[in-house]
């Protein structure tokens, strides 16, 4: 077997598109707002983008960004732990334990190096990690990282958890994981029953918010705030690439372990820190996320008219009502051809394949922002009405 054998399968799954659209490899070629972009030549409706908000485009993040771009430069050419600290990164790490109410926080550049970063950092051989079965790649990615012992709990159980954790003889150092708003099914993680369970247990929580940051919670923590456990949660883990339209992560926490971090930590250690601008317009999205809670109100309702709209046209969706709307489809062929149909008729989504599902329980992630209009939103249902039925998704009408 030689180097490249392993990538064979994907060549030939590639081949078997000849011409057509291929999943995963979709090229935006301008980006008109952030509801809708220009692919193929044609005005898409965006209904695949995590800008739960729509503040990509905020006025007030872009002056901050642009600012920043002109005052400090295109990028750090360095990292945090060299040259790349600027005064900048800081007072967003000081905004973070702030809006949190924690004692330390720390700024990655990306989400998935913040979930490495951490894990990574605070876990080793000898440890014991009991991540949600459900959990992100980057999770898996750091627990594998590290070295500690890994153990999967069945997605949202906090009694498999507890059954799990029984069987572990030292549980002060275990770290169990859970997600506040899984990516995929778009259901949410019972983290109240999740946090009880580790304490009983002496075992040490952290919870990813990636997706929940901002939707959740009266101050738009996320789904820990929501369930009144920001307090009890050990460490919370988030990004920048969804709610807050900018690229990098978070963590924040009250030990000082996550202090020690900035200089163990080899995720954060051995890259280049995020850039002036970015951290610049991130900031500036956070401060307006935690004091403009209409934007909450404004994805809400566009959450339950999608959901209304979708289900009263027969589609499957998911049972829990979150920003993330899968939509039940069938097998990878059927997925592919209602995917590129809806993408040819104006509707960008998201595709959801195996190994990330069952082979006949493929999927079409949606996902839904505060910007999106009324009106495009039931644009949106009129094309899944018409695709749904011309492709027998759902019924004819009669
Ligand atoms: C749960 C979760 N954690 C971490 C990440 C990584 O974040 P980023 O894409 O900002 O690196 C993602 C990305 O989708 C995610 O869904």
């Known amino acids: 077997m030689s180097l490249f054998d392993k990538l064979q399968p994907i060549a030939e799954r590639l081949d078997a598109f000849s011409g057509g659209q291929v999943p ?11 509801t809708e972009v220009l692919i193929g030549g044609r005005r898409t409706l965006m209904f695949g983008s995590n800008n739960y908000f729509g503040l990509s485009f905020h ?9 920043a771009l002109v005052r400090e430069g295109a990028g750090t050419t360095g990292s945090r732990a060299a040259n790349g600290s600027y005064a900048a990164h800081r007072q967003l790490e000081e905004a973070f334990a702030s809006a949190y109410g924690k ?14 970063g951490v894990i990574y950092g605070l876990c ?8 949600d079965l459900e959990s992100h790649a980057s999770i898996y990615d750091g627990a594998r990282l590290s070295g500690a012992q890994i153990f999967a709990f069945h997605h949202n159980s906090p009694s498999d958890l507890a059954r799990k954790l029984a069987r572990i003889e ?20 019972p983290l109240g029953e999740l946090s009880a369970v580790c304490r009983e247990a002496g075992a040490y929580f952290m919870v990813d918010e990636a997706h929940s940051f901002g939707v959740y919670g009266e101050r738009g923590l996320g789904y820990a705030e929501e369930q009144g456990v920001v307090d009890t949660v050990d460490f919370v883990v988030g ?3 969804k709610a807050l339209a900018g690229v990098g992560g978070y963590a924040v926490s009250n030990h000082d372990a996550l202090r020690l971090l900035h200089f163990a930590s080899r995720p954060y250690v051995f890259t280049a820190s995020g850039s002036p601008a970015n951290i610049a317009g991130v900031h500036k999205a956070l ?29 499957t969706i998911g049972a829990t009502e979150s ?10 062929e059927q997925a592919i051809t209602i995917w590129a149909a809806l993408l040819e008729a104006g509707i960008y989504t998201n595709i959801v394949l195996p190994p990330a599902c069952r082979p006949d329980a493929c999927l079409l992630r949606t996902s839904y922002s505060a910007a999106h209009t009324p009106a495009q939103i039931d644009e949106a249902l009129g094309i899944f009405e018409r695709v749904g039925r011309a492709l027998q998704v759902i019924e004819t009408a009669a």
């Open 59 to 67: 006025p007030d993040v872009l002056a901050a960004a642009q600012t």
């Open 24 to 34: 995963f490899n979709t090229v935006i070629e301008s980006i008109l707002s952030p």
């Open 287 to 315: 401060d307006i996320l935690l004091a403009d809670r209409s934007l909450k109100t404004r994805l809400w309702e566009n959450v339950r008219h999608v959901r209304r709209g979708l289900t009263s046209l027969g589609f």
């Open 103 to 116: 004692t330390h926080a720390m700024v990655f550049t990306t989400g998935y190096q913040a979930n490495l």
């Open 239 to 241: 990004t920048f690439s």
């Open 170 to 189: 030292n549980r002060s150092n275990c770290l169990v994981i859970a997600e506040g708003l899984y990516s995929i099914s778009g259901d949410v993680g």
């Open 124 to 131: 080793a051989t000898g440890d014991t990690i009991l991540l």
């Open 323 to 332: 920003p993330i709307v899968p939509i039940e489809i069938g097998t990878a």
